[in-house]
């Protein structure tokens, strides 16, 4: 029953779905309810990054792919403590097999996995490769990718080149370390399916370390993803340039997500 995953869908006006679902929550983004906790662990991270895995795993099993998944699109149901995670926003989510090969660069700057900035044909491994990005920003509060230029920035992203900064990263277990290197592993066929996420001892077993990282944590997202930052849209018209001249920026899913790509499909929140 894929309701039991909370999946709220905001289709928007390219999407060739008949129904639209709309589900109305109050629960607040992630980013806010991570910083106004008192306590915060491995464990809660990873409780979270579960619920995420068994949503897109849901996803998958349909045959959806996301292709923007990011902090900012994943909403709290209610104000409960226990409340659910909602995945939102599938205005750039694509049926894989659905009759056209998947290679338009789109998503958002940062979470984007290499073989969509290498305009190579990919599969719903792209949103493995975000919720590995996710997990890591979890865990410290910090993106694994960034440079001001955004070029570089995709350059980072080609060659998955990313560190377990000390002192950030010294009280993290090696089990979490282990799980995001699986899931931001370069080469998609080599990288982990939800499924096999779901079986990862830091997720099935008992590896997540109770450790308070609240602060530390807190402290880089206020820092790194003040509101004014993660709610502000990249001009995606520079984007594109900067795609373009890397050679990245002619898409082969037809001119519906042609049309979609020039307006809203790479977008950043830094």
């Known amino acids: 029953d894929g309701e039991k995953y909370f999946l709220l869908c905001l289709w928007n006006s390219y999407s060739a779905m008949n129904h639209v679902p709309l589900v109305v929550v109050s629960g607040g983004e992630l980013f806010d309810r991570i910083v106004e906790k008192g306590f915060y662990t491995e464990r809660d991270a990873s409780k979270l990054i579960r619920q995420i895995l068994d949503a897109v795993k849901y996803l998958h099993d349909m045959g959806v792919v996301h ?3 990011k902090p900012e699109n994943l909403l709290y149901y209610s104000l409960d403590e226990d409340s659910k995670i909602m995945i939102s926003d599938f205005g750039l989510s694509k049926i894989e097999g659905s009759g056209s090969v998947m290679s338009t660069a789109c ?3 940062g979470y ?3 073989e969509v900035l290498a305009q190579k044909p990919y599969s719903k491994a ?11 920003i979890l865990l410290c509060g910090y993106p694994p990718f960034y440079d001001e230029n ?4 995709f350059e980072q992203i080609l060659k998955a080149e990313y560190e377990f900064d000390s002192p ?18 370069r080469d998609p066929k080599k990288r982990f399916t939800c499924e096999q996420a779901l079986e990862h001892p830091w997720i099935a077993g008992d590896t997540a370390l109770d450790k308070n990282i609240h602060q530390s944590v807190s402290e880089q997202i206020k820092k790194n993803f003040a509101k004014s930052k993660w709610k502000q849209a990249f001009n995606a018209t520079a984007v594109i340039r900067h795609m ?4 990245l920026g002619t898409s082969q899913e037809g001119p519906g997500h042609a049309m979609q790509e020039k307006t809203c499909s790479l977008h950043c929140s830094r």
Not at 150 to 153: M, N
């Open 112 to 114: 984007v996995a290499p």
């Open 168 to 185: 950030y990263w010294d009280d993290i277990s090696d089990s979490a370390k282990d799980f995001i290197r699986h899931l931001m592993e």
């Open 107 to 109: 998503g958002t700057p």
């Open 126 to 136: 792209v949103d493995c490769w975000s919720i590995g990005v996710i997990a890591y």
């Open 244 to 247: 373009r001249k890397l050679q």
């Open 67 to 69: 292709r923007d998944l």
């Open 150 to 153: 955004d070029t570089k920035l």
